[in-house]
């Protein structure tokens, strides 16, 4: 065990380390800059346990009601070994519904690392024919439509997360289409006359882009081109609020590359390790108000959007009370560097003066008070 290891096992106690999935990874790149987040994160640190014996357990998550309905949904789409789900996807990629398909059932077992391989195994076999090496590689090869699709259901991937190997589930991954393989989610949120959640669709984005980046990584570790792995993922959810499917796409370049940096970020650890003080602990047993002065020593980066994706979000908001964080990042970012709203309000009401980093923060609040007493009809 190196010393790096050795830290984040003392931080987070006797508990073992909880795993990611793609859910977790995708909730890390909803705040980057949270150093907390990412050295709890980066130790394994059971974030829930944590939460509730803080006395401030988290209040987000999936409903039974939403799980059993997604699971039937999901069901639903992948009946009859993915007719429907095939021909959904060709449709939205352009392409015809090829005349063969192979379906291949990858989910269930108890041993990860073996479906791991077994899935590694068969997708690299899935390769479009003719694929070539990354030298070689054409982004134009046209599609044959006589060429049999390759649909695996619940394939196994594998990502680093922090030093630390992680399982990763895709809904569905489809290959030889397009010449290209497609990364699949189904998801129960309806669509309404074209439009989703942009929450929900925006979650799934960045899942999706977690999948990819882990395709992407088993083809380059077998010496395949990458770009095999389309940066086009099929979104797959009911149409309006019927049970009848439909497929859209989600263009997932970004979201890719914000997930890498941010696991680059988490394998940097050490640098983040530097900055912790030595007794710092995030261990579940520890006293509740010795926990809390613990994790005081490290900064956290709190905003509103931090209580859909962060078990730790309702202590860090309780800590950030007036604070300028707890009114968005927008707020935050607008003020530039004005932290407290106690200062806000005095240079808005020209009770104090500006440091010279805050003379444009401040006059643009000055204005603004005076905008709202013209307003009110009040002096300013």
Not at 79 to 85: K, P
């Amino acid at each position: 065990m190196t010393s790096s290891e050795q830290r984040l096992a003392e931080i987070r106690g006797a508990v073992p380390p909880r795993r990611h999935n793609a859910r977790t990874i995708a909730a890390l790149t909803g705040n980057p800059g949270c150093t907390r987040r990412a050295v709890l994160d980066g130790a394994g640190v059971d974030k829930p346990l944590l939460a509730e014996r803080l006395g401030v357990p988290a209040r987000f998550g999936q409903s039974r009601f939403a799980i059993t309905r997604g699971n039937a949904f999901e069901a639903r789409v992948k009946a009859d070994g993915g007719a429907e789900l095939l021909r959904l996807v060709a449709g939205r990629l352009g392409v015809p519904v090829p005349a063969a398909a192979t379906w291949t059932d990858l989910g269930g077992g108890d041993d990860p690392t073996g479906r791991a391989r077994r899935s590694a195994a068969l997708l690299t076999a899935a390769l479009p024919p003719g694929a070539q090496p990354p030298a070689a590689f054409r982004a134009d090869e046209p599609f044959r439509a006589d060429e049999p699709a390759a649909l695996f259901d619940h394939p196994l991937l594998g990502l680093e997360v922090a030093g630390r190997r992680v399982h990763l589930e895709p809904d569905l991954v489809a290959a030889r289409l397009d010449g290209r393989y497609h990364v699949v989610e189904i998801k129960s949120f309806p669509v309404v006359d074209g439009q989703a959640d942009p929450a929900k669709l925006a979650a799934a984005a960045v899942q999706s882009a977690v999948y990819v980046l882990a395709l992407r990584e088993l083809l380059a570790a077998r010496g395949h081109d990458p770009r095999l792995v389309s940066h086009e993922a099929v979104l797959v959810c009911p149409h309006d609020f019927t049970n009848h499917p439909v497929a859209h796409l989600l263009d997932v370049r970004k979201q890719v590359l914000v997930v890498r940096r941010q696991l680059d970020r988490m394998d940097r650890l050490d640098t983040l390790l530097a900055d912790v003080p030595a007794d710092f602990t995030a261990d579940p047993g520890a006293d509740p108000a010795g926990l809390a002065g613990s994790l005081a020593q490290v900064p956290a980066r709190y905003a509103p959007d931090c209580l859909a994706s962060c078990e730790l979000a309702y202590f860090c908001r309780h800590e950030a009370r007036g604070q300028t964080g707890v009114l968005g990042r927008p707020v935050r970012e607008a003020l530039g560097g004005v932290a407290e709203v106690d200062v806000v309000l005095a240079l808005a009401g020209g009770e104090r003066a500006a440091d010279p980093e805050q003379e444009e923060a401040a006059a643009l609040l000055r204005a603004a008070a005076r905008l709202r007493a013209d307003a009110l009809g009040a002096p300013a």
